[in-house]
């Protein structure tokens, strides 16, 4: 069972990434699927969450407008569309499945992080 994170890069302000999520040995299309960052002395914060019960997904209002999360259950892989990057976006970005978007169920898996750097 395994989650992999891949995708970030060093990118400029303005410019746009699409991180992965590839998930193996489970199906990840009847899990909860959050997206998580980590920014250099900051605490963890979740910027976005799909929710397997209602097929809604959720946003923080930090990335409202800018981020989109899809997936292709075909794949087994999840995405996180990012545009309009800012600096402030520089983070580790991570997945993980299971769990709920309220934050009440602790997710079941989770995936290595990819690190995003945008420059000024």
């Known amino acids: 069972v395994q989650l992999q994170a891949s995708g970030g890069g060093l990118v400029q302000t303005g410019g746009s990434l699409n991180l992965s999520c590839e998930a193996s040995g489970f199906d990840l299309e009847y899990y909860v699927i959050g997206w998580f960052r980590r920014a250099p002395g900051k605490e963890r914060e979740g910027v976005s969450c799909f929710s397997s019960r209602d097929a809604s997904t959720h946003y923080a209002e930090t990335v409202r407008g800018r981020f989109t999360f899809s997936r292709d259950n075909a794949k087994n892989t999840a995405y996180l569309q990012i545009d309009n990057l800012k600096p402030e976006d520089t983070a580790v970005y991570s997945c993980?499945?299971?769990?709920?978007?309220?934050?009440?169920?602790?997710?079941?898996?989770w995936g290595q992080g990819t690190l995003v750097t945008v420059s000024s």
């Open positions: 993980a499945a299971g769990g709920d978007c309220e934050g009440t169920i602790e997710y079941s898996y």
